[in-house]
């Protein structure tokens, strides 16, 4: 008995060394882009491996990128973007979700299979029609530019598809039996308990339209009208880079994530837990 404890203590040791490890793995990254922000442009770019805490702490470069690059308007946007693409990918794909699940209609087989279909191809195949459809409405360099790709999504009809599949149909078949038409029994039996599935659909779709890159960089070229991943890639310079003050500029751009994460954190490790993926 006693040698087993010991090797259970063993066990647990050695995987939270491991734990342990692997998280300071992952925030080097982090540490090293806040430790830049504050260095000079010749200490970023030193060679030396030994020169990582910088000699004094400067925050010109925090006031330079801040005053220069407007980030109140660049928080709007990409907040604005974020908001319509979840509100509007949670919608429809919970409307869709439901009717591939739960009903039957002719062609629903090959519906579905053209939703799959979306989701084997690469997306960079749909930025083309996407930009002639944008730019035929006259709504290139505006919000409703940045949202457009997210107004429906293949991956999170799949999702919800497979939510409602697992709810038990007596519930369903109760609801009718008490008079419930389909959209009563959507909208106050079904629906309420796929909330963890579109909780999870939501977390994806915030994630993704935070990090996208190359449909602002080709829908949204002014930058009062651009995203925040979008108008840090413009920083970069094509001969030379003040990494300083970009290091500054991404740690401004990870703080709307930051304060979504602290608001929704219950929520974020529900959706995951319940959806089984990862960001």
């Known amino acids: ?23 300071v793995i992952m925030i080097v990254p982090f540490l090293w882009m806040a430790l830049t922000a504050f260095k000079t442009v010749q200490e970023s770019t030193s060679i030396n491996p030994f020169v990582i805490f910088p ?7 925090f006031a330079y990128v801040w005053e220069n690059y407007n980030f109140l ?4 946007n990409t907040l604005l973007m974020i908001f319509f693409r979840v509100v509007c990918a949670v919608l429809t ?5 439901y009717a591939f699940g739960r009903l039957k209609f002719p062609g629903k087989n090959l519906l579905f299979s053209l939703v799959l279909l979306q989701m084997m191809v690469p ?6 029609p996407q930009y002639l459809m944008v730019s035929n409405m006259k709504m290139l360099n505006t919000e409703f530019a940045l949202v457009f790709p997210g107004l429906v999504t293949a991956f999170g009809t799949y999702l919800l598809k497979t939510s409602y599949q697992a709810l038990p149909k007596d519930l369903e078949e109760a609801a ?8 009563q029994r959507f909208l106050f039996v079904m629906a309420p308990l796929a909330r963890s599935g579109m909780v999870s659909l939501g977390i994806f779709t915030a994630v993704i339209a935070f990090k996208e890159l190359m449909w602002p960089m080709i829908a949204a070229t002014n930058t009062a009208n651009t995203s925040l991943s979008a108008a840090l890639a413009k920083m970069q310079g094509q001969f030379s880079t003040n990494y300083p003050q970009l290091m500054a500029a991404a740690l401004f751009a990870i703080l709307p994530m930051i304060v979504i994460y602290l608001i929704f954190q219950k929520q ?6 319940t959806s089984g993926g990862k960001l």
């Open 1 to 23: 008995m006693e040698s087993a404890r010991t090797k259970d203590r063993i066990t647990r040791v050695v995987i939270h060394i491991f734990l342990i490890v692997m998280a």
């Open 55 to 61: 000699s004094s702490w400067k925050f010109d470069n």
């Open 73 to 76: 308007v660049l928080y709007k």
């Open 93 to 97: 794909a919970t409307m869709a979700g």
């Open 123 to 128: 997306p960079q195949i749909f930025l083309l």
């Open 176 to 183: 009718a039996i008490d008079g419930c038409n389909i959209g």
């Open 268 to 273: 974020f490790v529900e959706g995951i837990a």
